[in-house]
């Protein structure tokens, strides 16, 4: 099937197999390979994009689905060079560490800043409740949300501050 | 928060990670994320029955099927003396079954097609004829004599693997015999499952125009992994290239061979172009190395006082169907024997018994330095039992017991020699922290109240970084470790080391290490890992070995390089070389504070002006072999309220105190403790993989087998003592383990602290809250 899908700003037109599923487009036609797969199950989140502006895991989105709409991978967040806040922040707070789970934990942290600009923890906990990582116990990465909460609302200049006078030189 | 790379003395701080640019960028380079051109996929067939004998297999379909490039089975294997491997445990197993299977979800064929998907399509096609067998899924079933023989493979026919035993039973035995105080608990230690969050996988992509294997893997252990091929595959060694890229955890899943691997490599070898396999996680749950598993009894002599005395441990260890076990040669329990743990027992003895079953094989070290979860769990668990047998708090117990401080190197009664540690002081931070004694007045309070508030010790002693070589291999392979380091003209460094990381960080810690002991900062100095072409021989990354073994390595291999930087730093400032002294971040003239150089400078003349008579360049390289394993420990406190309605278990508090000796970033080491607490919890509360008696695997993906999500996992609160390691080059230890480690046993002791007014002594993991319901209205407990 012909399908047309805008991915990260970007028109891709595209034949695909019906059965094709919204994932391993991105990962396999677009080479876009930061959206991971994790499980079977659409347990794990790590595939999770943003269709249309809402967090959805792509393990569980058929390509075909995606035909007329706009996506947002990881890929999609850096604008310009300068990453967004919420991966600064995922940086700075040690949010992360195999790096697996990542892309999508930043997508729904993502969509739920859209949503909700000062999440509480539990706030936090339950829009990431669709996210599995294995490596950090999750206080980090509430931590980071935080953080990138506070940069996005503006009131975060002493937050964006604190990540430009202590933030890791970016090599 | 972290702090900049670019600043000098980075040893002990929390330096942003150097891995993360890429990662949160999304441009991670996984195995999955390798796409060759030409490249296919390999599907594996598994069987649906646990124990069944193989009739017939058809693979006309499969063959026919669109796209289809290649079907193997176990008969193309074993004309290519293929058909069985060697597991890490020196058992043997099968890649493609052929007379028969032994467990649900074994490996029975391979399908490669031209994409996944056709694969899976065609995998349907491939007709099997199987013959069902009788199954064995109880270990204490398999040890009687009417239980079928499993692998009637091997010359021994029983399914006992193994007896084995440590410590002094006369000594041990003759205590108990006189004892005041005997307790005596059962204690399992369910099945799990590493479960990282990326599955296994690899392309395998053979070019025979060179005759050269390069092998994308995701491996824990690339250098052990390129051996065991090369003696399983007969290509030379030198023509094998393994690259583990990134790593999406390992927990120690990503340590041995599996089928699908050897698999992928004869497709490549036949068809001459890259083949990729990647496992579902059902797949990786059902059929790759499980962990635990271990059916503990356990028995503690003691004097009325509460002074402990003796330890005896008998345990029936379930190996699955193909003991592979990821275990040093001479330990085919691993380092269980750790079991009397951080108290002073005169006198211990421990017997396992392994056997076999028909579950998948195993057991693999899962975030746990080999078999040193259950033994950890075993005793704390129990000493637990005591206090309340004696009717003692459970931290006065573990504080009269403790091995002091001034016994180190302390001798243990199963023969480990502990290198350090401070266990009172460790436990009195966590008491105080914690605010021990009011929350013991609280729960009195509260249960004069009728609620369930319980308070949870678990002070366990951990042995991690093995070698040393002497006593530590793996299929003759020596648990050394290794770093080789390369300072170019303008003071920018290249290290690599033996080691693999999945997450942990070494990108950063390792940089760190390196740049303390040069003068450097972490900015300047770059680590790669994974590559075998590139790293110096080495181990892999499990057993929290990396710190203790090539964390030491690159220490001494960096001061290795100052030794030669002295000779260069001496000719620049033309004095001599005893003049030459060196502040961590440049050297100096003794008595003379003006004049210095730094190693920036000296890099720069070891390639345009050495002194005459000294070789140019500035590389070094260093294989250590630790003289020691190191013992890292540590004091949690859980803190748990019970719901009467519902059974549910809500941690209120949990406190981590650790002890791993010198911190080389504590951003990193509070990271590592909050992803192990984590496990350790899932494990106390949620995870278990039964099999039902026909062995059918009833937890084979994650929404049967259960992962903690944000929701579930409470907020940790950590802290640390420290005491260096008195024989390691910066006195670190490793603690990537110890929150997996020590955990379990401070929940399931909270538990167990919360129902005793209802004379609860024990309950088994996983706590599920219809297992304390059921505790509950036993007792006639109603909301």
Known sequence: ?171 | MALRQTELRPLGKPVGRKEDPRLIRGKGRYVDDIMLPNMLHLCVVRSPYAHARIRRIDASAALAAPGVKLVLTGEDLAKMNLAWMPTLAGDRQMVLATEKVLFQYQEVAAVVAETRAQAEDAAQLIEVDYEPLPVVVDPFYALSPEAPILRDDKEKKSNLIFHWEAGDREETEAIFREAPVVVKQDVRFPRVHPSPLEPCGCVADYDTARSKLTFYVTSQAPHAHRTVLALVSGLPEHQIHVISPDVGGGFGNKVPVYPGYVCAIVASLKLGVPVKWIETRTENIASTHFARDYHMTAEIAAREDGKVLALRVKTVADHGAFDGAADPSKFPAGLFSIVTGSYDFKAAFVEVDGVHTNKPPGGVAYRCSFRVTEAAYLIERVMDVLARRLGMDPAELRMRNFIRKEQFPYRSPTGWVYDSGDYEKTLTLALERIGYEELRREQAERRARGEFMGIGISTFTEIVGAGPSHTFDILGLKMFDSAQIRVHPTGKVIARLGVRHQGQGHETTFAQIIAEELGLTVDDVLIEEGDTDTAPYGLGTYASRSTPTAGGAAALCARRIRQKARKIAAHLLEVGEDDVVWDGTAFSVQGLPGRSVTMKDVAFAAYTNVPEGLEPGLEASYYYDPPNLTFPNGAYIAVVDIDKGTGAVKVRRFLAVDDCGTVINPMIVEGQVHGGLTEGFAIAFMQDIPYDADGNCLAPNWMDYLVPTALDTPHWETDRTVTPSPHHPIGAKGVGESPNVGSPAAFVNAVVDALSPLGVEHIDMPIYPWKVWSILRAHGVTE
């Not at chain 1, 036609?29 to 499980?39: D, E, R, Y």
């Not at chain 1, 995606?66 to 967004?84: I, K, S």
């Open chain 1, 1 to 171: 099937m012909k399908i047309a899908v805008k991915v990260n700003g970007r028109l891709y037109e595209s034949d695909v197999e019906p059965r094709t599923l919204l994932a391993y487009y991105l990962r396999e036609t677009l080479n876009l390979t930061g959206t991971h797969i994790g499980c079977d199950t659409t347990s794990c989140g790590a595939c999770t994009v943003l269709l249309d502006g809402e967090a959805v895991k792509s393990c569980t989105v058929l390509a075909v689905q995606a035909n007329g709409r706009e996506v947002m991978t990881v890929e999609g967040l850096e604008q310009n060079g300068q990453l967004h806040p919420v991966q600064k922040a995922f940086w700075e707070a040690h949010a992360l560490q195999c790096g697996y789970c990542t892309p999508g934990m930043l997508m729904a942290s993502y969509a739920l800043l859209q949503d909700n600009p000062a999440p509480t923890e539990a706030e936090i906990r339950e829009a990431l409740s669709g996210n599995i990582c294995r490596c950090t116990g999750y206080v980090n990465i509430v931590k980071a949300v935080q953080l990138a909460a506070r940069e996005l609302s503006g009131e975060g200049q002493e937050a964006l501050q604190e990540v430009e006078a202590h933030g890791a030189s970016s090599n």
